[in-house]
Each structure stands twice: as structure tokens, then as C-alpha cells.
């Protein structure tokens, strides 16, 4: 599956970038073999880093807090790394959409249906159907059936249900990118409280919590250049 979505968003691109409209303004690319020397090339050009995993199910993220103290704007879910960087930076200064954790357990207690979703939203209906029949893969109509069976009826993710508010709080990052001096000052704000996430308080604050090691001032000497 996750061969097949990236073989979608490389069919999306062929689209959009050959679209005569859009083509010119907007390009769709897929970084191959992604490693630490292009990410230091990707993140200080980034305006917006997208962290969009359904609240609950991300451990982790320290990409995040790179992009974050390198100036980037946040887009996502609470859970993970942003669930730190909002109590950071504040949420007011992250771009902060979709259900929280108790959200989504709700909703699987009530029992999630990604067809409720997909027959009461028009954008998100023509989106899946265009998957469905082939927009993206004329030469293979069914080339994408597998991803829109996996939406509709095995998402453990529950995409449908944040994609609403996701499109909404894409709209709150449309308009605040036209105002670059906000912009700015919200990035500055990011930045600044981004100091927690450095390296040197992770690991004394891993060693004295996981590993029970508390600092010490024992010096360790240099080695005797004249010994063999």
C-alpha cells in the first residue's frame, strides 16, 4: 500500500504539473531516497511543514521541531511532536486542526463510516471518485481501486473525518501567508520556543528518567599523545 500511495502522488504530479492552468504555479514533486543531506536542503526552504497523522497514532516526530527551529510554520493534528511544540510555542501560533485522542476514541466507540463522509462532502466525493476512475491513471483505470477500498472500508486512520477541518485550516494558512510581517512574527514566536526540543536537554533528561544517571563533574583526561 505504501508503494501504491506513493505511486499516486507521483500520477497527481504528472497531472498537475502538465495542467495548463495551474501547471505554471503550482508543481507537485516526490523527493526520492530521502536522508539527512537533503533534508538539510528541504527544511530551511520550507514555509509549512504538514504533520497531519490522526491524533493518537504518531509516537514521535522530531522532524517536526526541525522544521519548527528552522522557521517553518506547523499544519496539523494534535498528536505526536506537535502536542510539544504547541505547549511551546502555544497553539495559537501552530496551524492546529482534526480530532483530539478523545475525539477519535469516540468515535470508535459510535463506530466510524468513511462513507458518511464521502456522500456528505462534494469536494471529497469527486477527489475518491476521480481515484476510482482512473483520472489519475488513464492507461490503468483500476490502478487505484486497492487505496480507495482501503478508505472506504479498512481506514484505520479515519482520513475522512479531519478532512473538513483540515480544508478550513488551510484556508487560515492561505490567508495569513498574505500578511508576511503576521506571518513572520508567528515564525519568530516558533522559533523562540523551540529550545526545549535541543539535543542536550533530550538526552539529561532521558539519562535521568529512563537510565536513572544524574551529571557528573568527573573530567575525563586527554589521552597521553606521547603513549602507543
Not at 480530532?99 to 475518491?128: C, I, K, N, S, T
Not at 539529561?204 to 599523545?225: K, L, N
Request: aromatic letters at 8%; a negative charge.
Amino acid at each position: 500500500m505504501a508503494k501504491m500511495i506513493i505511486k499516486l502522488v507521483t500520477s497527481i504530479g504528472d497531472v498537475v504539473n502538465q495542467d495548463p492552468a495551474v501547471g505554471d504555479r503550482l508543481k507537485v514533486v516526490f523527493l526520492e531516497n530521502y536522508r539527512v543531506s537533503l533534508a538539510e536542503k528541504v527544511i530551511p526552504a520550507a514555509d509549512l511543514s504538514e504533520q497531519i497523522s490522526t491524533a493518537g497514532t504518531e509516537a514521535s516526530g522530531t522532524g517536526n521541531m526541525k522544521f519548527m527551529l528552522n522557521g517553518a510554520l506547523t499544519i496539523g493534528t494534535m498528536d505526536g511532536a506537535n502536542v510539544e511544540m504547541a505547549e511551546e510555542a502555544g497553539e495559537e501560533n501552530l496551524f492546529i486542526f482534526g480530532m483530539r485522542v478523545e475525539d477519535v476514541e469516540a468515535l470508535d466507540r459510535q463506530g466510524y463510516r468513511a462513507r458518511d463522509y464521502y456522500e456528505r462532502l462534494p469536494e471529497l466525493r469527486q477527489a475518491v471518485d476521480q481515484l476510482s476512475s482512473g483520472f489519475f491513471s488513464p492507461r490503468q483505470p483500476d490502478l487505484f481501486r486497492d487505496i480507495v477500498n482501503m478508505l472506504m472500508n479498512h481506514d484505520r486512520f479515519k482520513v475522512f473525518a479531519d478532512y473538513e477541518d483540515y480544508v478550513k485550516c488551510q484556508e487560515k494558512v492561505s490567508a495569513l501567508y498574505k500578511d508576511p510581517r503576521e506571518w513572520t512574527r508567528m515564525v519568530i514566536r516558533n522559533v523562540a520556543g523551540a529550545g526545549k526540543f535541543s539535543s542536550d536537554r533530550t538526552i539529561a533528561q532521558y539519562a535521568r528518567e529512563i537510565w536513572g544517571a544524574e551529571p557528573t563533574r568527573h573530567v575525563i583526561p586527554p589521552p597521553d599523545e606521547g603513549r602507543q
